[in-house]
């Protein structure tokens, strides 16, 4: 969940899509500013932390990028329980990914947090040649579903930035009467008790 204190937010984002839809791939554009051509798969998952300045609030955004193979499918409740915000990615190139991404968006409305601020992104969008899913058609289904929309490319960086800033600009403010900053500085000493006693 998305948590204040003064202009700080610290925000958990997962992403889910088809294997292969280029997940990491964005994920490493937008932490590190590289793109590979070889982007190895995923196994389980990933983690990855990076701050964006909106101008009400600076968002820690907490990545978790999930393994697309269907043999971790079990595994994403894990990442997506508790999330702040998703990134569901496709293939513009590849018409079943975006029936994948149909999917994911099914099982978050079920299961997912209500609150949570969702992304549709149609990656590899550098392969206009390539291209079986019509932008309008993405746009049509994201608007129905109540989803942030944008076609992105990890390669060339088009609107990878952007999203993670939408999503930034959507997410809810906390109430700080809610959320006093005192409660997370309590928890820290009995975290590193813990810590030191199971190393002792
Ligand atoms: N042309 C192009 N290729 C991309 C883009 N994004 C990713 N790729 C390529 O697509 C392949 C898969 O990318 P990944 O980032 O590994 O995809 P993933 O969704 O994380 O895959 P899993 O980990 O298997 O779920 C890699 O070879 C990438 O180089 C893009 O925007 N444009």
């Known amino acids: 969940m998305a948590t204040i204190g003064n202009t700080n937010l610290n925000a958990k984002l997962v992403l889910l899509g088809d294997m292969g839809a280029g997940k990491s791939s964005l994920v490493l554009r937008f932490v590190k500013g590289q793109f590979l051509e070889f982007q190895e798969s995923t196994i389980g998952a990933a983690f990855f932390s990076q701050t964006v300045a909106v101008s009400d609030a600076t968002v820690k955004f907490e990545i978790w990028d999930t393994a697309g193979q269907e043999r971790y499918h079990s595994l994403a409740p894990m990442y997506y329980r508790g999330a702040a915000a998703a990134i569901i990615v496709y293939d513009i190139t590849r018409t079943e990914s975006l029936e994948r991404a149909k999917k994911w968006v099914l099982e978050l409305q079920k299961q997912g947090n209500p609150n949570m601020v969702t992304a549709l992104a149609g990656n590899k969008c550098d392969l206009e040649e390539k291209r079986q899913v019509a932008t309008e058609e993405a746009r049509a289904y ?16 088009i609107n990878v930035n952007d999203i993670f800033h939408e999503i930034a600009k ?11 900053a005192g409660m997370v500085l309590a928890d820290r000493p009995a975290e590193q008790s813990r810590a030191s006693a199971c190393c002792s």
């Open 170 to 180: 959507r997410l809810p403010r906390a109430q700080p009467a809610q959320q006093p």
């Open 142 to 157: 994201a608007e129905e579903n109540g989803l942030l929309f944008l076609e992105t490319s990890a390669k060339t960086a």
